[in-house]
């Protein structure tokens, strides 16, 4: 029995492919999360603002925003794969960039903010190709939201490791290290690229102008209301509830009256919890009704954001934050999920582009939000208002499921 659930919640490990690209960014993405860890610590040793980090998670965040649509255009061009190995070497240079001013001494903050800028710029290329590229590494199309759950385990783990490896490595040997270690985990991704096998890409037909296609990928969300309700979706989470990240070191230093390690261990909760929802997903059952798993994910993360922010107790606060975590990265993962599957093939890069935009236009904007609300009613009383939020979007969410399963069997009939 458990072998077979073993098999069942790594199936998609049957797929060569898959199992390649997963292997290459386990490594890489810790890589990544240590990184920015070393980043922020950079950024936090010079200007000693928490206010400029925040502007630090902007300036890289901001610019995938402004060209995700033309990433998304350029991923239905393009081979993705091809594109994911410039976008990966790319990343690897802007890593040695950082390693090379760090290590001679010679920097100063806006050089590390440009370099950011820059791979913000990369990621909006990055994401409209890899993302897709999922659905084809996938053989057996049942075995999608299975991937794409693995997918999110493995970021989650990597976010669990990575700063955990930065912090010692940051105490023994400095930021430069970090970014070298960064650099060298690109070598794992890109070598698994190129012993991956795709048939032959065929570019669209037709030529169109950029333009015209980027008209034709809003037309396309018109005329496919479940993908844009979900892109909706995803836009109102992004801006008013997942940035209650901002909120954390308030309640390890304020609240519960501790230090770094009391926020590392509400982080790390946090990261266990979504660990566990990505496995969830992922030993699933096939069939499995993935908007209805949307909507208990988003009930429970609005019940983990109250239970949270009504804890003065730190004991009790680290369950919470668990169920927190729980529900924190599975609405995300559902809804990507749920739009590949229901994408037509020739549109997935630029689906995938509105998807990237609303999420990296909307996180950093509604962290500077939820920074300037919490400054006036404080931080408990607006992650209170951002768990009811929750459960009102989830609420009227559960409201277009009905409505979309009523037309699905609408269809069916005629």
Not at 35 to 49: E, G, P
Not at 372 to 382: F, I, Y
């Amino acid at each position: 029995m458990k072998n077979r659930q073993a098999t069942n919640t790594f199936r998609a490990f049957r797929n060569r492919n898959y199992t390649l690209f997963f292997a290459g960014q386990s490594v890489s993405q810790i890589g990544t999360w240590m990184q920015r860890t070393a980043v922020i610590w950079v950024i936090y040793s010079l200007t000693h603002s928490a206010a400029m980090i925040g502007f630090a998670v902007f300036a890289q965040q901001f610019p995938a925003f402004l060209f995700s649509l033309l990433g998304g255009v350029t991923a239905d061009r393009y081979a993705r794969y091809k594109i994911l190995l410039v976008t990966q070497t790319a990343s690897m240079l802007q890593a040695i960039l950082l390693a090379v001013l760090i290590l001679t001494n010679h920097y100063v903050i806006w050089e590390i903010l440009t370099l950011s800028a820059i791979l913000g710029t990369i990621n909006a290329f990055d994401v409209p190709a890899r993302q897709p590229m999922v659905h084809e590494m996938v053989d057996d199309k049942a075995d999608l939201a299975n991937a794409i759950s693995l997918n999110s385990a493995m970021v989650n783990m990597a976010r669990l490791i990575g700063p955990a490896l930065s912090g010692m490595v940051l105490q023994q040997f400095g930021a430069g290290v970090c970014f070298i270690i960064n650099a060298v985990s690109f070598i794992a991704v890109i070598g698994s690229l190129l012993l991956m096998k795709f048939p032959d890409f065929k570019r669209p037909a037709v030529k169109k102008k950029v333009s015209s296609e980027l008209a034709e990928g809003l037309r396309y969300l018109k005329q496919t209301p479940v993908i844009s309700k979900l892109i909706l979706l995803m836009l109102c989470l992004s801006l008013l509830i997942l940035p209650y990240d901002t909120m954390e070191p308030v309640f390890a230093k304020v609240i519960f009256k501790g230090n770094a390690a009391t926020y590392g261990y509400i982080s790390g909760c946090i990261g266990l919890g979504a660990l566990i929802g990505n496995f969830l997903l992922a030993s699933a059952k096939k069939d499995i009704n993935l908007r209805m798993v949307l909507v208990l994910s988003i009930t429970v993360l609005g019940a983990g954001l109250i239970l949270f922010s009504r804890t003065n107790y730190f004991a009790l606060a680290l369950p919470c934050a668990v169920v927190l975590g729980l529900g924190s990265i599975t609405p995300m993962s559902t809804s990507i999920t749920i739009i590949q599957m229901e994408a037509a093939a020739h549109m997935r890069g630029r689906v995938m582009s509105f998807v990237a935009m609303a999420y990296f236009g909307m996180l950093p904007l509604g962290s500077l939000l939820i920074g300037t609300v919490s400054q006036k009613l404080g931080a408990p009383l607006t992650m209170l208002c951002q768990g009811i939020a929750a459960l009102l979007i989830a609420a009227g969410f559960s409201g277009f499921l009905k409505v979309s399963e009523k037309t699905k069997e609408e269809h069916l009939i005629i």
